[in-house]
């Protein structure tokens, strides 16, 4: 298992950027595939982005797709959500998953803390 923990989130005005960063303690975090997903008040976790172990595959939920890029740096034990153009939609709680299922999008390993991002309009 590794431990996870998200930083990055803060408050931004609509059409604005944030990059959030997932730090991962342990030796095994290379072999994971990883993943970001979001809750926003009163709704569903929400499946964001995925990327593999190698950093070759990624997906990206229909919402982000396009103004959203996972990036991964393996020999820094971080995982990355770069948001551009965001919207006042995309405000939630962020965070980021380890051994998360290819196709399904299911996080099967440990989970952060979460990061909040806010995004005013």
């Known amino acids: 298992q590794v431990q996870l923990e998200e930083s990055g989130g803060g408050l931004v005005q609509a059409g604005g950027s944030l990059r959030l960063s997932c730090a991962a303690s342990?030796?095994?975090?290379?072999?994971?595939?990883m993943g970001w997903f979001r809750q926003a008040p009163g709704k569903e976790r929400e499946f964001v982005a995925f990327?593999?172990?190698?950093?070759?595959?990624?997906a990206y939920g229909d919402s982000v797709k396009g103004r959203f890029t996972i990036s991964r740096d393996n020999a820094r034990n971080r995982v990355y959500l770069q948001m551009n153009s965001l919207k006042p939609e995309d405000t939630a709680v962020y965070y980021c998953?380890?051994?998360?299922?290819?196709?399904?999008?299911?996080?099967?390993?440990?989970w952060g803390q979460g990061t909040p991002v806010t995004v005013s309009s």
């Open positions: 990327i593999n172990w190698r950093g070759a595959g990624t």
């Open positions: 342990g030796r095994t975090f290379s072999s994971y595939n």
């Open positions: 998953a380890a051994n998360v299922e290819w196709g399904s999008w299911s996080p099967l390993g440990s």
